[in-house]
């Protein structure tokens, strides 16, 4: 099961970015006139941090808080971004010898995570009437 969940994380990890590949600066900040929406960038940012902070998390073994590097919300960060954090979190997967009943809640913590993220991203993407990439799964 665990290698199934690692496959699908890193189809989730192609998903994203084909959608911050495909937008630009104005879709990354664009933000529907409704409670509580965030706009593609936030979205974006708690994913990143999620892959980064979960890595690290799988890394160690043990849950040390969340923390996202992103700075600046423009599509060339996003897109370095996005990239460096799958990396994290493949190279921590690869790190691991022992995988242990936490490593794999942080495992399937992150791949809910990712999921999640990926069907609020495209509802917002659908409410802009922009495209969705093909390999968005859940669109």
């Known amino acids: 099961m665990k290698e199934a969940v690692i496959e699908s994380l890193k189809l989730r990890f192609k998903s994203c970015d084909d959608i911050v590949a495909m937008s630009d600066d104005k879709t990354l900040v664009d933000k529907l006139d409704v409670a509580r929406h965030k706009s593609l960038a936030e979205h974006l940012w708690c994913v990143i941090g999620a892959r980064e902070s979960y890595a690290k998390a799988i890394a160690e073994g043990a849950w040390s808080g969340f923390n996202c590097s992103v700075q ?7 897109v370095e971004k996005a990239r460096s ?37 495209i509802r917002h993407l659908y409410a802009f009437e922009r495209e969705i990439p093909e390999t968005v799964k859940w669109a």
């Open 72 to 78: 600046d919300y423009s599509k060339a960060a996003f």
């Open 85 to 121: 954090s799958a990396n994290e979190v493949t190279a921590a997967i690869d790190s691991v010898q022992d995988w242990t009943a936490d490593r794999e809640g942080f495992l399937l913590a992150l791949a809910e995570h990712e999921v999640m993220h990926e069907g609020q991203i």
